[in-house]
């Protein structure tokens, strides 16, 4: 029979229990919890104090709560103090990557409807100035990278497009180096996503709007992913 928490500090005392179910492997790494009141009924307390809970554990990063889908399991022990750093330093760049997504993916779309021939230059020799760069450093690398992306937004013909990106450039830039040290990105590969980068540019050369998108969707999808993926 399930324990039922004490009638103080309720929400604590739920947060414990909870996390001695995690901790016992009730629910693995990517797992959905049951729902608020059906944790309630099994431990006695309100749905409120459940919904308490469940806010202190994600904000210890065990949990993540995902909008009409439920509660979902991201690790199942807490993380060493020292742990919380690579935690914030990756919702950071989870943050920075859902702009991209929005800002991004629509550029593609446009680019591929829009994309003169001159464009279409640029593009392959920013693709090729990324190739360049693979002895420099990451953040030479990274300017590299976003000099691509800078491309295919010039090509949406788009101002606020335009204007929106370069305002957001120095936060991308900050962004994906700590991506790279946080993941190691370049230790294997020098140049990573290089195939993404170039499938990209072709469909948009192409004028295949669906391709461009696809892509597009599928690089940030995957370095979103990455990001939260827990350690």
Same mark, same amino acid.
């Given at each position: ?14 947060? =414990? ?54 509660? *979902? ?33 629509? $550029? ?23 190739? $360049? ?13 976003? $000099? ?7 090509? $949406? ?7 929106? *990106?370069?305002? *957001? ?25 290089? =195939? ?36």
């Amino acid at each position: 029979m399930v324990a039922t928490p004490r009638r103080n500090l309720l929400a604590d005392q739920t947060a =414990d229990l909870l996390l001695a179910r995690l901790g016992a492997g009730e629910w693995a790494v990517g797992a959905k919890l049951p729902g608020e009141t059906t944790l309630a009924a099994e431990l006695g307390v309100g749905r409120s104090t459940v919904r308490e809970a469940l806010r202190m554990l994600a904000g210890q990063g065990l949990l993540r709560s995902r909008q009409g889908a439920g509660v *979902f399991v991201e690790r199942t022990e807490p993380l060493a103090a020292d742990g919380w750093d690579g935690v914030l330093r990756a919702e950071a760049i989870a943050a920075v990557v859902e702009v991209r997504n929005a800002i991004e993916v629509e $550029a593609a779309r446009l680019a591929a409807q829009r994309a003169t021939a001159r464009d279409v230059t640029a593009m392959r020799r920013a693709l090729d100035r990324r190739a $360049a760069a693979v002895t420099s450093d990451h953040h030479a690398f990274v300017e590299a990278d976003i $000099a691509v992306h800078r491309a295919v937004v010039a090509a $949406a013909h788009n101002r606020v497009l335009s204007e929106l *990106f370069e305002t *957001f450039v120095p936060r991308l830039t900050e962004a994906l180096v700590e991506m790279i040290e946080l993941l190691g990105l370049r230790e294997t590969d020098k140049e990573p996503d290089a =195939d993404e980068h170039l499938a990209l540019v072709e469909a948009i050369a192409a004028g295949d709007e669906e391709a461009a998108v696809r892509v597009s969707r599928a690089h940030l999808g995957a370095m979103l992913a990455a990001v939260r993926t827990p350690g």
